[in-house]
């Protein structure tokens, strides 16, 4: 079972769906980012930047990334999956930490461009998080269709997930890649568009 790191829903469980549909990042592995994002990257009034965030869950799975955030005061936050049996699961994690006033889920591919809910038309995002399945360039191609579908601000920070041996110097190209960390064969890019 995975479980809620931090906030006002440490310790809660989550479920997961077979390890055959996602690969789920692991507890050290989220806190890590979690931690980097709550002192590395907090406003400059030291203020955390989860603080009323509105978050992007790309290739939710479980909705962890999304879950944790919400747990730390994000706002809202907006799941993207489209895996009926990783849907499942994030429908009842959803549920279950009753986080359906503060955040929708989309069954659309996160691979191609989606069109938000009326009330999210033009908005830009605070946080992105991208967790595809390893080694098919998925990030680069969410990225630009974030960048397309104008998600990003000056301010909108993106936090990707990928294996330590994959190539990132198209991702260089395109974005600002402002800090890289490894865990196991995980490497997570923290980033922002150039503008």
Not at 102 to 107: D, F, G, V
Not at 173 to 189: P, S, T, V, W
């Amino acid at each position: 079972m995975l479980r809620i790191i931090g906030g006002n829903f440490r310790g809660r469980l989550l479920d997961f769906p077979p390890s055959t549909i996602t690969r789920p990042t692991s507890d050290r592995g989220r806190e890590a980012i979690f931690n980097i994002l709550e002192h590395r990257f907090c406003l400059k009034d030291g203020t955390s930047i989860l603080k009323g965030a509105v978050i992007l869950d790309l290739f939710s799975g479980s909705g962890a990334f999304g879950f944790e955030s919400l747990s730390r005061g994000a706002s809202f936050c907006i799941f993207v999956e489209n895996n009926p049996k990783a849907l499942s699961v994030l429908n009842a994690n959803r549920k279950s930490l009753n986080f359906i006033e503060n955040s929708i889920i989309l069954t659309q591919d996160a691979l191609n461009p989606f069109d938000l809910p009326s009330s999210f038309k033009n908005f830009k995002f605070d946080l992105i998080f991208i967790d595809p399945p390893y080694q098919k360039g998925y990030v680069l191609k969410t990225l630009m269709m974030c960048a397309e579908k104008k998600y990003f601000s000056a301010q909108t920070l993106f936090i990707a997930e990928i294996e330590t041996t994959e190539e990132i110097s198209m991702i260089r190209d395109n974005f600002i890649i402002l800090e890289e960390r490894r865990y196991g064969r995980a490497k997570f890019l923290f980033g922002k568009q150039k503008l």
